[in-house]
């Protein structure tokens, strides 16, 4: 059953977390993902002193026009079209996806015992209608020893995750507290989802 959106929606995310929390919703969807000669990730590169809040949702809009063009480049029929991006700021610093093992390990090393903030933007557009919503969400790691961090960073889950860690994974056993949206952490904060799609219905 979908009480909250349209009769169908693109998700244009490779994420699979993403398409999990929108079926949680009921939402029917299909996936609108880039083709090979697409530079999603460029997409990411951060702006000099650019705040955090700014950094996610201009590339959360970025991404969401790259994705209605697409739509219409393929020829596939008018619906709604859904992207979110997720990032992780510890003060202004802007930690993304690592780029390998010792990135991983850098960033678990600056958040072990500190708060950081998850920020997490959904767009959804329609023709020349674009909506957004921003989920803030606070977060506080546990100290991790050297050998702890290592032990995470082997195990594979820290790449293509916004600071190196996945709240709904391993990292759970390090995450001494939450204030905000779980399901934003995660990469797709249900209530803003189903806000903003309601705009669409």
């Known amino acids: ?3 909250i959106s349209p009769s169908m929606v693109y998700l244009a995310s490779q994420s699979p977390r993403r398409s999990q929390l929108l079926e949680q919703l009921g939402v029917h969807h299909s996936l609108l993902l880039p083709a090979a000669d697409e530079d999603a990730e460029a997409l990411e ?11 996610v949702q201009r590339v959360t809009r970025l991404k969401l026009e790259a994705a209605m063009r697409r739509r219409i480049v393929r020829g596939l029929p008018d619906a709604p079209v ?8 510890l003060g202004r610093s802007i930690l993304g996806k690592p ?3 010792v990135d991983a390990a850098r960033m678990l090393a600056r958040l072990s015992g500190r708060n950081h903030r998850v920020l997490t933007c959904v767009a959804v557009g329609q023709g020349a ?3 957004q919503a921003l989920s803030v969400s606070q977060v506080r790691l546990v100290a991790m020893s050297a050998a702890e961090i290592d032990l995470y960073v ?8 916004a600071g190196a860690y ?9 995450i001494a ?7 934003g952490i995660m990469g797709l904060p249900l209530y803003e989802t189903a806000h903003t799609l309601r705009q669409f219905a």
């Open 1 to 3: 059953m979908n009480l």
């Open 177 to 183: 507290r939450i204030s905000g949206s779980y399901s």
């Open 166 to 174: 996945a709240v709904q994974g391993l990292a759970a056993a390090y």
């Open 99 to 101: 780029r390998d093992a």
């Open 129 to 131: 209608r674009v909506v």
């Open 45 to 55: 590169a951060a702006l000099p002193r650019e705040a955090p809040a700014d950094y």
């Open 154 to 161: 082997a195990s594979g889950e820290s790449m293509g995750k």
């Open 82 to 89: 859904l992207c979110a991006d997720t990032t992780v700021a």
